[in-house]
Each structure stands twice: as C-alpha cells, then as structure tokens.
C-alpha cells in the first residue's frame, strides 16, 4: 500500500523556520522524483520545489527562491523541506508528491502551515 505521510507543519510567526517532513513507503522511494506542493485557500495547487531521485538536481518556485531547500533521504524513504525567512504569504496546505515517468505519481494528504503573529 502505497503511502506519503507530511509532518512538520503548524503555525509559526513571520519570519520564522519550518521544517517539513514526507515519509513514502510502498513503493521504491529512490526511482522517484518528489516534489512538495502546497495550496492556499480559494488558490490553485502549486509546484513549490523538486527534487531527482538521486537528489542531484533540485528547482524551486521563484517566490521561495533563497528561503525554502528540499532535500531527501533515499536510506530514510523521506524528502524534507526546509522553510526559513516564512511569510505570511506561505501559508498554504502543503502537499507531498511522487513521481515516476508521466503517468506514475502519488500524493499525501497535506500538512497545514500557518504563517501569523
């Protein structure tokens, strides 16, 4: 059974960190890209970073550029993000993702962050 379990999230003040967690099981974490997603109320989902499998390569949105890092742990089956300098901008549902090829792919169920003095 496959499975995307997120951590990590909750409310934090403006300009403080965060660090998100995805733990996968049921299906061969190091042959997939993961990528963390998150959606705001009344916005559309959006790619926020990725990672390859191996963790050679990674991208981000422009609006998290210098604050947010993915990384993954394939020993661990778990790809973290790494969220400093919040906004209150970032607050959003954030959404683990899995994926192999285009048509193989796998979602958490989202992890709430609050951004809010």
């Known amino acids: 059974q496959v499975q995307l379990v997120e951590s990590g999230g909750g409310l934090v003040q403006p300009g403080g960190s965060l660090r998100l967690s995805c733990v996968a099981s049921?299906?061969?974490?190091?042959?997939?890209?993961m990528s963390w997603y998150r959606q705001a109320p009344g916005k559309e989902r959006e790619l926020v970073a990725g990672?390859?499998?191996?963790?050679?390569?990674?991208k981000y949105a422009d609006s998290v550029k210098g604050r947010i890092t993915i990384s993954r742990d394939n020993a661990k089956n778990t790809v973290y993000l790494q969220m400093n300098s919040l906004k209150p901008e970032d607050t959003a549902v954030y959404y683990c993702?899995?994926?192999?090829?285009?048509?193989?792919?796998?979602w958490g169920k989202g992890t709430l962050v609050t951004v809010s003095s």
């Open positions: 993702n899995a994926r192999w090829g285009v048509n193989q792919e796998y």
């Open positions: 049921g299906f061969t974490f190091r042959g997939y890209a």
């Open positions: 990672i390859s499998n191996a963790g050679g390569s990674t």
